[in-house]
């Protein structure tokens, strides 16, 4: 039947027989024939406060049963203390807040926004970056995997990310710097609205940059008049050990897009900024369904369960000691696995032989051994081969030895 009626009609699941999921309880997901397993890429970064959290679904079965939707022309109250609940924990002054349904949706509103403030249109993006599925964020994507149309705008430029295979982290940053800088030279000031970035590319194989590239990239843009836009979707709530990746860079940026984990499974994303930029966004714009009053509960449900359960601090303790893992297992096998990458529960293991050549086939190998072995984990990359490690935030240090005890199973018997 899905092959019938889904379109794209070659839409393809992870694995050679992919599981049929019908439930999940916080790290664990359960499929048709019972079979239980640990989850370990959380729905791409979106499941931080894990399956059907008890707490969180209360409060959105609560607010359904009350009030589900009037559209943004009627006033009623969740979307605003949300707004309001965002200002507290978005950093620096990002104090204004869009509301829509999707991370795609929610990078559209911030191009758009930062071409009504600056009157200009060209954009900067990375190569490796992922920003979305409609008309200018897939046009802002460089992973050609995930730009579906042929026809897109030309109004982005890509300078390189910091992704690199020979040399070291500082000077693939440094090369990133010099071709931004290159494209501002070549393009104009005068024209350049914007640089999108993800802090820590998600799709583009959790791509790191060092400690004191965003602070530089800002104070170059900064130079020139051209906005940061960072985009935090795959990236926020407490994924990194901070609320918001960025923060781990002590850098503010001009306007930041939130989405997947802010509802836990339900749709809701903002594109948030300063009250300078955000009051010249004063032309009518609406979502439909934005921050809808039963999504809106939900994501202060969320704010209040990152908060009392401590998931900063837990990301944090958890995501060094997976690391740490995973480094021990890289060092015994040279020969497979490359970079072990990111910050916190946002982790990725590049699979590749010693000349650097990627390994996908290895990937899906693992992907596979896994799986039967009970544990879920992702994958991502511009080659699609590096392992992924984007769990609940729920996980116990018992979870990550398992993750670990299979990992070396594998590695040692294949
Ligand atoms: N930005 C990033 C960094 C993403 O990872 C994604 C989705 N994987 C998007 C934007 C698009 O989000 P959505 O699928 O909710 O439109």
């Avoid at 009627?74 to 204004?96: C, F, I, K, S």
């Avoid at 460089?142 to 730009?147: C, G, S, T, V």
């Avoid at 040399?167 to 071709?179: F, I, P, V, Y």
């Avoid at 989405?259 to 979502?287: C, Q, V, W, Y």
Wanted: aromatic fraction near 8%.
């Amino acid at each position: 039947k899905k092959k019938k009626y889904l379109c794209p009609p070659g839409f393809n699941h992870f694995y050679k027989n992919p599981p049929q999921m019908v439930k999940g309880e916080m790290q664990y997901l359960f499929d048709d024939q019972g079979v239980k397993y640990l989850d370990f890429f959380a729905g791409v970064s979106v499941m931080n406060c894990g399956h059907c959290n008890p707490e969180i679904i209360s409060a959105a079965i609560k607010q359904m049963e009350t009030l589900q939707h009037t559209s943004i022309i009627y006033l009623t109250q969740n979307m605003v203390d949300l707004a309001e609940r965002l200002a507290e924990v978005l950093p620096g002054n990002l104090t204004r807040s869009f509301f829509c349904c999707t991370g795609s949706e929610a990078n559209e509103t911030a191009l758009t926004m930062a071409k009504l403030y600056t009157g200009k249109d060209q954009f900067i993006a990375l190569n490796s970056g992922l920003h979305g599925r409609t008309y200018q964020t897939m046009s802002a994507t460089e992973i050609p995997m995930w730009r579906s149309d042929d026809f897109l705008m030309p109004n982005f430029h890509f300078a390189l990310s910091c992704a690199y295979s020979a040399g070291t982290l500082d000077e693939a940053a440094e090369r990133s710097l010099e071709s931004i800088e290159k494209i501002i030279e070549s393009v104009g000031s005068d024209s350049i609205a914007a640089l999108i970035a993800e802090p820590i590319q998600g799709n583009g194989g959790i791509i790191t940059p060092p400690k004191w590239y965003f602070k530089k990239l800002k104070s170059i843009l900064e130079k020139h008049g051209v906005l940061l836009i960072i985009d935090e979707v795959q990236t926020g709530f407490a994924r990194t050990g901070k609320m918001f990746a960025i923060e781990n860079y002590d850098v503010v940026p001009d306007i930041m897009t939130i989405a997947k984990a802010l509802g836990n499974g339900m749709p809701i994303s903002a594109a948030s900024t300063t009250d300078e930029i955000g009051m010249k966004f004063n032309r009518p714009s609406a979502s439909t369904l934005g921050g809808n009053p039963v999504c809106s509960a939900t994501a202060m449900a969320v704010l209040d369960y990152i908060k009392e359960n401590k998931l900063c601090e837990r990301s944090e303790e958890l995501g060094k000691m997976l690391k740490d893992g995973l480094l021990e297992i890289q060092v015994n096998h040279p020969d497979k696995i490359g970079q072990v990458r990111g910050i916190g529960l946002m982790l990725g293991m590049e699979l590749a032989s010693e000349d650097g050549s990627p390994l996908p086939e290895l990937v899906d190998q693992v992907l596979e051994f896994a799986l039967e072995n009970g544990v879920i984990i992702g994958k991502n990359g511009r080659d699609r081969n590096v392992l992924a490690f984007q769990p609940p935030l729920v996980i116990s240090k018992e979870d990550v030895r398992l993750v670990l005890s299979t990992l070396k199973l594998f590695f040692e018997t294949n």
